[in-house]
């Protein structure tokens, strides 16, 4: 896990737990796929909060160029 405290953390939510925490964006989609197999057996049910889903799919597109 990266320890930076410089890195960015993207807000994660899980709606069954009722939980809100950041995560590092390096250690994002470890820490979300151990959280959903250790208590959700496996399924999807913590993710990206949508609204910050949102952005970055829109930086990326705009990186990429597909917006243009």
Avoid: F
């Avoid at 964006?25 to 909060?49: C, K, M, P, W």
Wanted: glycine fraction near 2%.
């Amino acid at each position: 896990m990266s320890s930076s405290d410089d890195t960015p953390r993207v807000p994660i939510i899980c709606p069954e737990c009722e939980t809100t925490t950041r995560i590092p964006v390096d250690d994002l989609a470890e820490s979300l796929e151990r959280h959903n197999e250790q208590l959700h057996d496996g399924e999807d049910v913590a993710h990206i909060d949508p609204d910050i889903a949102d952005q970055i799919q829109n930086m990326v597109a705009e990186d990429m160029g597909l917006l243009e």
